[in-house]
């Protein structure tokens, strides 16, 4: 079966940093575009990156980018979303979900229970 | 970057009834070189994550069933549900992957009436 299992969230003060990791199964990572998502409590979604599997070309929101990074490890099956200099309005549910083909331009047709993670001091 | 909006904000249908959502965005999401239009839909039941119902505005994901359906071209769409079950409580949200950042509308709330 598919599935992408999320981990790494956590607690982490403003300004830190944190990993968080994708797992996949049952597929091929790299042949596939990744996005991050999130969702802050009690609210909508929040498209956050994307790495296209074609070319590994990665496309960030504008909340996020300079401060997260998102990256794969095509041995380990595995994406990444590093995420530094963290502010209280990054405190969500991470969703990590893979694309429905090669190219970056596709929906999201398959998701992981997500990863919280939550900053404060 | 693209801007989604839906309407309406909330909804309640009765058992049975259809249930119509819309979707607009700032910006067609059409690509004429396909003629395909890059929007999706997407339910999420409470506690759950979103579940893809619906991409190239009309084609029905495998399992999803047949009273759900997608409509429309260029920057206006419509997600209908005919045959209201109690299951379809959810929130869904379109997205339009056409171009960077690849954004979300702000969801409309399903209930039951």
């Known amino acids: 079966e598919v599935q992408v299992v999320e981990s790494g969230g956590g607690l982490v003060q403003p300004g830190g940093s944190l990993r968080l990791s994708c797992a996949a199964s049952?597929?091929?990572?790299?042949?596939?575009?990744m996005s991050w998502v999130r969702q802050a409590p009690g609210k909508g979604l929040e498209w956050v990156s994307v790495i296209c599997g074609s070319d590994g070309i990665a496309y960030y929101a504008d909340s996020v980018r300079g401060r997260f990074t998102i990256s794969r490890d095509n041995s380990r099956n595995t994406l990444y979303l590093q995420m530094n200099s963290l502010r209280a309005e990054d405190t969500a549910v991470y969703y990590c979900a893979r694309g429905g083909g090669t190219g970056c331009n596709v929906a999201l047709d398959n998701w992981g229970q997500g990863t919280l993670v939550t900053v404060s001091s | 970057d693209i801007v989604m909006t839906q309407s309406p904000d909330s909804l309640a249908v009765s058992l049975g009834e259809r249930a119509t959502i819309n979707c607009k965005s700032s910006q067609s999401v059409l690509y004429s070189s396909n003629n395909k239009n890059y929007l999706a839909w997407y339910q999420q039941r409470p506690g759950q994550p979103p579940k893809l119902l619906i991409d190239w505005a009309s084609t029905r994901e495998s399992g999803v069933p047949d009273r759900f359906s997608g409509s429309g071209s260029g920057t206006d769409f419509t997600l209908t549900i005919s045959g209201l079950q109690a299951e379809d409580v959810a929130v869904y949200y379109c997205q339009q992957y056409y171009s960077s950042p690849f954004t979300f509308g702000p969801g409309t709330k399903l209930d039951i009436k």
């Open positions: 049952e597929f091929t990572l790299s042949t596939y575009a």
